[in-house]
Nanobody, 120 residues
């Protein structure tokens, strides 16, 4: 079955950095889009960053210039490099896999989430 396994979360001070990883198995990774979402307590889950199968990226305005999403198709892994972290970045971060935008295919897979806590 399809599995997405996140790692790299933790506790960091404001201004620090973390790199999240999401390893994918059970599906052809390179033809799919990947995304990182986050959900803070009492808030809705929101898209942080996305990357298409061809490497096009998009970011939430709140993280532009601080976060970078990338993918390694040889390792079936997507990354989220988070720099200049702020307390408001504190959330559970989830990895998502789905078809590229505009595709007629409909499927959606999620990881279990990894906690990121930024202290002030």
């Amino acid at each position: 079955q399809v599995q997405l396994v996140e790692s790299g979360g933790g506790l960091v001070q404001a201004g620090g950095s973390l790199r999240l990883s999401c390893a994918v198995s059970g599906i052809i990774f390179r033809i799919n889009a990947m995304g990182w979402y986050r959900q803070a307590p009492g808030k809705q889950r929101e898209l942080v960053a996305g990357i298409t199968s061809r490497g096009s990226t998009n970011y939430a305005n709140s993280v532009k210039g601080r976060f970078t999403i990338s993918r390694d198709n040889a390792k079936n892994t997507v990354y989220l490099q988070m720099n200049s972290l702020k307390p408001e970045d504190t959330a559970v971060y989830y990895c998502n896999l789905g078809p590229d935008p505009g595709s007629l295919a409909k499927y959606d897979y999620w990881g279990q989430g990894t906690q990121v806590t930024v202290s002030s």
